[in-house]
T-cell receptor, first 114, second 113 residues
Framework: NAGVIQTPRHKVTGKGQEATLWCEPISGHSAVFWYRQTIVQGLEFLTYFRNQAPIDDSGMPKERFSAQMPNQSHSTLKIQSTQPQDSAVYLC????????????FGPGTRLLVL | QQKVQQSPESLIVPEGAMTSLNCTFSDSASQYFAWYRQHSGKAPKALMSIFSNGEKEEGRFTIHLNKASLHFSLHIRDSQPSDSALYLCAVSIGNSAGNKLTFGIGTRVLVRP
């Protein structure tokens, strides 16, 4: 079991550019979550999917952020027109549907917007 | 909207001592309560979770939950230098980790040899 895989591990973009972050959940896990972590705000929920369907995107900044889960083996988080305040570590997590009470986190993608 | 707060912000404890961390939440409908630990530069990793009032012990770790007080805590017995990390509490309205988690900002713990 390779755990949750996130790519790239580091990404540097210029202000106004687009950034796409990838997540591969643990095989067999039905729920996939995206969080963002900064020193000031801590670990904040963005959005999640269950069985590939979007369930809750209440944490997503409007307009520039979007997430998709085209198949059960990967999810993407896309940020359009990146801004310096988008700089953060973006974490993906997955959990199973069998009542296991843990979300397993990936190592994160550190995004720096210059 | 759920508010989750942790105290203290940081803590230094001598090796072998007890470490005690606190978490308060605002939504009385919350059903799932957990502690995660994050070593520097690493992913958060679940330590323990609890669903009902009371106490749960696993090895050196004990979690207490008091829903009426909107409070739960983590106690680490015989603290080790390897316990030095950021500790995050997490709460969910749902009844499992298969739902959105709201995290506190964390308590940074340093265990001195």
């Amino acid at each position: 079991n390779a755990g949750v895989i996130q790519t790239p591990r580091h990404k540097v973009t210029g202000k106004g550019q687009e950034a796409t972050l990838w997540c591969e959940p643990i095989s067999g896990h039905s729920a996939v979550f995206w969080y963002r972590q900064t020193i000031v705000q801590g670990l904040e929920f963005l959005t999640y999917f269950r069985n590939q369907a979007p369930i809750d995107d209440s944490g997503m900044p409007k307009e520039r952020f979007s997430a998709q889960m085209p198949n059960q083996s990967h999810s993407t988080l896309k940020i359009q027109s990146t801004q310096p305040q988008d700089s953060a570590v973006y974490l993906c997590a997955s959990s199973s549907s069998t009542g296991e009470d843990t979300q397993y986190f990936g190592p994160g993608t550190r995004l720096l917007v210059l | 909207q759920q508010k989750v707060q942790q105290s203290p912000e940081s803590l230094i404890v001598p090796e072998g001592a007890m470490t005690s961390l606190n978490c308060t939440f605002s939504d009385s409908a919350s059903q799932y309560f957990a502690w995660y630990r994050q070593h520097s530069g690493k992913a958060p990793k679940a330590l323990m979770s609890i669903f009902s009032n009371g106490e749960k012990e696993e090895g050196r770790f004990t979690i207490h939950l008091n829903k009426a007080s909107l409070h739960f805590s983590l106690h680490i017995r015989d603290s080790q230098p390897s316990d030095s990390a950021l500790y995050l509490c997490a709460v969910s309205i749902g009844n499992s980790a298969g739902n959105k988690l709201t995290f506190g900002i964390g308590t940074r713990v340093l265990v001195r040899p």
